[in-house]
């Protein structure tokens, strides 16, 4: 039998497609990150790829939808982390979960803090109504809206449009999350504990049952 080596097999057309595609995302990230959404032109970021101009259009229609998918993988990531931090216990200690999803959402911001920039930059840019409407996380929005009547059926509650709640949790969180990351002065243990609470309690005022149920549990710290 033979040692010699066997040479890699070659890449399927589909396979090198996928991966310039993904060197055009890393790309505009970068471009993104140091020259800022508005000034980022498509040239930019082929040059960065090591790409000619025209085989950015191969991939992407416009610098948009490279925010909108980058983006897009971000809030996947983050809902997969709140997803794994939101056991099956979390009314027994809401305090806690609430304070551990908060710091969670500000991890996730802080580590990509240059592409929540440019996002923030290019919904300023559009003025899109569904931008402002939908807001940069509507997975996110998503699942704690499944969360939400979930937490509502366990204390014998339904909520009726409960990812119209989530969204206006998230829009509370959103706006805290960009102090945090831009602001001056404010501490990630700050933020946490102040969209904890405010959570908590809004939580509990928007459904009366959940309210109760939150006021007979003990307060964690």
Known sequence: MSSKKQPPAPRTRQTQKAATRATLAAAARRCFAEHGFAATQIGDIAKAAGVAHGTFYVHFASKEQVCDELLDELNQAL????????????????????????????????????????????????????QLRDGINPPVARFLGARIATLAAAVGAKVRQPELLAHALLGMWTRVGLQYLFGAGVSRKQAAELLATLS??????????????????????
């Open 79 to 130: 809902v997969g982390e709140l997803e794994a931090a939101w056991g099956p216990g979390a009314l027994a200690d809401p305090t806690r979960t609430a304070r551990r999803l908060a710091e969670i959402c500000l991890d996730r911001w802080r580590a990509d803090r240059d592409l929540v920039a440019a996002f923030a930059e290019r919904a300023g840019l559009d003025g899109r109504l569904d």
């Open 200 to 221: 908590i309690g809004a939580l509990g005022a928007a459904i009366p049952e959940l309210g109760r149920a939150l006021a007979r549990t003990p307060a964690q710290r």
